[in-house]
T-cell receptor
Framework: SQQGEEDPQALSIQEGENATMNCSYK?????LQWYRQNSGRGLVHLIL?????REKHSGRLRVTLDTSKKSSSLLITASRAADTASYFC??????????FGKGTMLLVSP | NAGVTQTPKFQVLKTGQSMTLQCAQD?????MSWYRQDPGMGLRLIHY???????DQGEVPNGYNVSRSTTEDFPLRLLSAAPSQTSVYFC??????????????FGSGTRLTVV
């Protein structure tokens, strides 16, 4: 079964706007990761947040983690058309394997 | 430094055929794993390996075999292909960052169609 569930399933915004995606998970974790996947391509690791961290920034990305609610959010600020992709959260499931959610499909229109 | 290399990129099989999807990494990563991705879904774990000679099943292992004779290579074998195995397959390697945290590198995927 899939550990993470992203919300919303699809998001359509204009360039320059902020995009927020949420992820909920079921069991305790060591860390939570966000990945981007462009259409027909492989996954690109965006950011990792450890269970003892509450917020992390990387460029235009801001990730928060609330372990009490078993949820995380990914904020992309000042979005660009090139940010159009699917975004997945993933949690570590023992022995370094990942459990993925179904993803949020983000469309950024010029 | 090529990272994780998957071959082939595309493959069409007939039902009942067997084949091997290749995965190689040149980063000396200890851990390797195979995932499949179906339309509208996240990735699901098929098999994984924590080191040469050690493999274990993931979430959806049926119909697939793996072996890990070297650190670098982790091939995935389809024993008798079925249309339900039509999917995109991703190989990943990972390394420990300590304290239960891992860094991951994914291959670019193999798109498999079984007719």
């Amino acid at each position: 079964s899939q550990q993470g569930e992203e919300d919303p399933q699809a998001l359509s915004i204009q360039e320059g706007e902020n995009a927020t995606m949420n992820c909920s998970y079921k069991t305790s974790i060591n860390n939570l990761q966000w990945y981007r996947q462009n259409s027909g391509r492989g996954l690109v690791h965006l950011i990792l947040i450890r269970s003892n961290e509450r917020e992390k920034h990387s460029g235009r990305l801001r990730v928060t983690l609330d372990t009490s609610k078993k949820s995380s959010s990914l904020l992309i600020t000042a979005s660009r058309a090139a940010d159009t992709a699917s975004y997945f959260c993933a949690t570590v499931r023992g022995y370094s394997t990942l459990t993925f959610g179904k993803g949020t499909m983000l469309l950024v229109s010029p | 430094n090529a990272g994780v290399t998957q071959t082939p990129k595309f493959q069409v099989l007939k039902t009942g055929q067997s084949m091997t999807l290749q995965c190689a990494q040149d980063m000396n990563h200890e851990y390797m794993s195979w995932y499949r991705q179906d339309p509208g879904m996240g990735l699901r774990l098929i098999h994984y390996s924590v080191g040469a000679g050690i493999t274990d099943q993931g979430e959806v292992p049926n119909g697939y075999n793996v072996s890990r004779s070297t650190t670098e290579d982790f091939p995935l074998r389809l024993l008798s292909a079925a249309p339900s195995q039509t999917s995109v397959y991703f190989c990943a390697s990972s390394y420990s960052l300590g304290q239960g945290n891992y860094g991951y590198t994914f291959g670019s995927g193999t798109r498999l169609t079984v007719v």
